[in-house]
């Protein structure tokens, strides 16, 4: 029998086939912000898209990412469906951020998880385990890909940055 460990391990290493669309100079970044998107299509028929916006901050002149993803198929934010494939929808995300990180080398990488969201039906708001995975993903992978990891929790948001070690 597989470990846990082992199991999640493997989940990681299928994510599906994306193409990127645009390409960025980093020396000539401003705080405008410039977008590289990644997409690619679920098992189940949804287009995904990652949208990646590179500036500089204006306060240190840091190269920052700001990431966003989105399911394109119902134009809203990734929802967790429950449909089985949500491991391998963050996989493919991780391994485009890990291409963004290839590519580009962002001194700060930035994203954020809703808390609450609308039910299907948008009469109530449920509570999602999106938050809890972003927290477990990060705390897995974000020193392994060279950055430190600080998180904030704005209420209904918590906001993610990880922080380049160079």
Known sequence: MKSFDTYITELFE???KWRRVGKIDVLKLDPA???VSYYFNTDD???ISVDV???RTHDTYEHEA?????????????DLTGKGDAMRIMSTILDTI???IKTTNPDLITFSADKEEPSKDLKSVHRTGRAKLYKTMVKRFAGKLGYTSKDKDDGDTIVFNLTNKK
């Open 14 to 16: 299928k994510p599906y």
């Open 33 to 35: 912000p410039r977008m």
């Open 45 to 47: 028929g949804r287009s």
């Open 53 to 55: 916006g590179h500036m």
């Open 66 to 78: 700001v990431i966003e993803f989105t399911d394109e198929t119902f134009h809203s934010s990734f």
């Open 98 to 100: 890990k291409d963004t």
